[in-house]
């Protein structure tokens, strides 16, 4: 049976080389390894790791944030807003923006400047010629996200415990409608609670500086996804298999019970904390086609 398995991963390995092979030479390569190459002769280790890491989380995060927050000055979006009747304020805006700060910068700027450490730990390299191509790349990112939701799911579950959940995680849920800058708005406990759930996978599967970055880019584009508040049609994310989505948290802050994982739907689907989810949608559907009804 293992020997099955590693000729289908070999099989599949090689397919995706081949169609790589066959792809057009991307023009952005050259210009990236000059790039990279210039940052390498420049710059020490510990920068890169340190500084480079908190540059690539705070560029990422924000820029993924802007076309949820432009999207509330135009009327034709509105439609695409789950919770209609809770619009964004300044004064939420604000003041998530001021919890952000003290997030990123107190808690987890510390984390980060441990990245160093972890690269020089585990001789995790730095050149361009050691650099996995997109493909793994691709793959390393939805191993670290399959690893992190199983995480986020137990440890978020956990946080709802009634014992718990006043003392940390309903911080999170000052927002019960949520907009993607909110993603990262929770009690400093749970930034590390939760976040920790991030470098699990990157434990396993990093074999270069790269993926780091990569799965920051990834998991942030995640994580503010389904906080934007708008379920916006012809998402590419919903390309990947169980992807939860906009509608799937959107719910869970509305209703602050079930739908716990961060990615996937699965683990609900599993333990049947999606329930509510789903008979709420049953509902909001046959209210919505009465005329379906009639006609049938």
Not at 275 to 288: D, G, I, R
Request: charged share 15%; glycine share 6%.
């Amino acid at each position: 049976m293992n020997d099955s398995g590693g000729d289908i991963l070999s099989s599949a390995r090689l397919a995706v080389e081949y169609v790589d092979s066959m792809l057009p030479v991307n023009p952005l390569q050259g210009p990236f390894r000059s790039a990279w190459g210039y940052m390498i002769s420049n710059y020490t280790k510990f920068q890169i790791a340190t500084w480079g890491s908190l540059l690539v989380h705070e560029l990422m995060y924000f820029i993924f944030c802007l076309p949820g927050f432009i999207f509330q000055f135009i009327p034709y979006m509105q439609k695409y807003k789950i919770q209609q009747d809770k619009p964004e304020t300044w004064e939420k805006q604000w003041n998530c923006f001021k919890v952000l700060l003290f997030n990123h910068f107190c808690i987890q700027l510390p984390m980060i400047c441990g990245t160093y450490y972890f690269t020089e730990f585990f001789n995790i390299p730095y050149t361009w010629d050691t650099m996995p191509r997109w493909y793994m790349l691709l793959a390393q990112c939805f191993g670290c996200a399959v690893i992190e939701d199983t995480w986020h799911y137990f440890l978020h579950r956990l946080l709802h415990h009634r014992k718990i959940y006043k003392h940390i995680h309903k911080m999170h849920h000052d927002f019960s409608s949520p907009f993607g800058m909110q993603a990262e708005y929770a009690h400093p406990l749970e930034t590390v609670i939760l976040g920790a759930g991030f470098f699990i996978g990157i434990m396993i599967f990093c074999n270069h500086v790269m993926l780091l970055w990569a799965w920051v880019a990834f998991r942030l584009l995640e994580t503010i996804d389904v906080h934007s508040g708008y379920d916006i049609p012809m998402n590419p994310l919903h390309l990947i298999p169980f992807y939860a989505g906009s509608r799937f948290h959107d719910f869970h802050h509305m209703n602050f019970i079930g739908n716990y994982a961060s990615t996937f739907t699965y683990w609900d689907k599993i333990f049947g904390t999606d329930s509510q989810f789903n008979t709420y949608y049953t509902k909001l559907a046959n209210k919505q086609d009465p005329d379906d009804k009639k006609m049938e």
